[in-house]
């Protein structure tokens, strides 16, 4: 296990090199992404201007406000509160981002499922989690909202945020086909009929 420090965007050998276990702290550039922007893009055909090759998403809908802008910052917004969503109800999405976008990594919550894994091995990408109830503190990690796009979605807009040392995250899934959701989860599956077992429950489990 290492720690990696990423200036975004990343190549693809810098993706490839991270393996789960690792840790990263992501650099300069973030987009913020969620459901209704992803239905934009890949059911609707909606394009973005924002060049995401080699970046990183993380699913949210941040909660800002209106603002002023000011010099060196354009943007009409501040965060106020920018929380990570649960990401593996847009499972579906993943292999069109990549492919299309060229987005590399992922952060989000409670881990994806095999189609997000399949598409991080034959495209080279990995995924990040964050823990839940860690707003408060990836907040901290945001510098300010540098620009927004498709704002008619707010606040499931697509979000561009300067970023400062933000992690430490956890490399959960990766290129090399590894997911520590799915071995955290063959792994209870595993104990818990080894209990029913020890109790003469598993038949009438299964039946």
């Known amino acids: 296990m290492a720690h990696h420090v990423l200036d975004m965007p990343v190549s693809d050998a810098q993706v490839r090199a991270l393996k789960i276990g690792d840790t990263v702290t992501l650099e300069t550039v973030l987009f913020g992404i969620r459901d209704a922007t992803l239905i934009a893009m890949f059911d609707g055909g909606r394009t973005t201007r924002f060049d995401l090759k080699g970046h990183a998403v993380v699913h949210t809908a941040p909660n800002v406000r209106k603002v002023d802008p000011r010099p060196g910052n354009s943007c009409p917004y501040e965060a106020v509160c920018i929380g990570t969503t649960t990401s593996m109800r847009v499972e579906r999405f993943t292999r069109p981002l ?3 976008e ?14 997000t894994l399949d598409a991080l ?7 990040l ?7 408060a503190l990836e907040t901290t990690w945001i510098e300010s909202i540098e620009d927004v796009d498709m704002d008619d979605l707010h606040p499931e807009s697509l979000w561009k945020f300067r970023i400062k040392g933000f992690g430490p995250l956890l490399v959960t899934m990766d290129s090399h086909g590894g997911s520590l959701h799915a071995d955290v989860n063959a792994a209870a599956l595993s104990r818990r009929d080894a209990i029913l077992g020890k109790l003469g429950a598993a038949e009438r489990t299964r039946a």
């Open 121 to 127: 091995r034959d495209l080279g990408g990995v995924y």
């Open 98 to 100: 990549m492919q299309r």
């Open 129 to 135: 989690a964050v823990v839940g109830g860690a707003a």
């Open 102 to 115: 060229g987005v590399r990594v992922i952060i989000g919550k409670g881990g994806m499922g095999q189609g």
